[in-house]
């Protein structure tokens, strides 16, 4: 069964430090979303890609947090630097297309830890 | 802005009962209303999904009841089973917004033995 991959699964990072997540989409899959997973909440999208153009980066820290997708296929989300409160679960997804009610794949996660 | 609120927080259910989620919403926009399962460690999964030109719909023990003049919708699992511990988030989305999802906050359920 194709599966989202994300690595690290797990990353401690000290405060000011930089820290980059990477996400393999299932094949095919033209959407790609990084959502942020809190603690006690519910994922939270931070950006939105269809092949590689972003169309959604509305909660997306930019002074701190960046993303590509080069060629339409994986994807890095980065923080640079690293803030305290940047700690959470890191999960990426995909779907076949953009368009509304197609289901959202997610991986399995990166969970940051920041020191 | 939450736009998505999900009580209970946690819930305790009995082997053989029912486990009953809430949620409400305020964007009259959401058009698409899909349940997601979370067990630890593992990212969300789909559950079950509704729109709003039905009231209800079933699949197996899992049961969406979408009121929409309240803007509310619930999620009803029949017989609970100890497998069925997990974390459920109930999401919305809408015709136009790109397939975003706005989740609710998560109810952790634990089905006792």
């Known amino acids: 069964e194709a599966e989202v991959a994300q690595s690290p699964r797990y990353k401690i990072t000290e405060k000011s430090q930089a820290v980059a997540f990477w996400c393999d989409p299932i094949?095919?899959?033209?959407?790609l979303y990084w959502y942020r997973q809190i603690l006690g909440q519910g994922p939270e999208l931070l950006v939105q890609f269809q092949d590689e153009s972003v169309v959604d980066d509305s909660q997306l820290p930019k002074d701190r947090f960046s993303a590509e997708r080069l060629k339409g296929v994986d994807s890095t989300l980065k923080i640079q630097p690293a803030e305290l409160g940047d700690s959470a679960m890191y999960l990426c997804?995909?779907?076949?297309?953009?368009?509304?009610?197609?289901?959202?794949?997610f991986g399995q996660g990166t969970r940051l830890t920041v020191v | 802005q939450q736009q998505v609120k999900q009580s209970p927080q946690s819930l305790i259910v009995q082997k053989g009962g029912i486990s009953i989620i809430n949620c409400a919403y305020e964007n009259t926009a959401f058009d698409y209303f899909p349940w997601y399962q979370q067990f630890p460690g593992k990212g969300p999964a789909l559950l079950i999904a509704?729109?709003?030109?039905?009231s209800e719909k079933k699949e197996g023990r899992f049961t969406i009841s979408f009121n929409k003049s309240a803007k509310q919708f619930s999620l009803h699992i029949m017989d609970s089973q100890p497998g069925d511990s997990a974390t459920y988030f109930c999401?919305?989305?809408?015709?136009?917004?790109?397939?975003?999802?706005?989740f609710g906050t998560g109810t952790q359920l634990k089905v006792e033995l």
């Open positions: 999401a919305a989305s809408f015709t136009g917004g790109g397939n975003k999802l706005t």
């Open positions: 997804a995909s779907s076949r297309n953009g368009q509304a009610n197609t289901e959202a794949f």
């Open positions: 509704i729109r709003p030109d039905v």
């Open positions: 094949s095919g899959h033209a959407t």
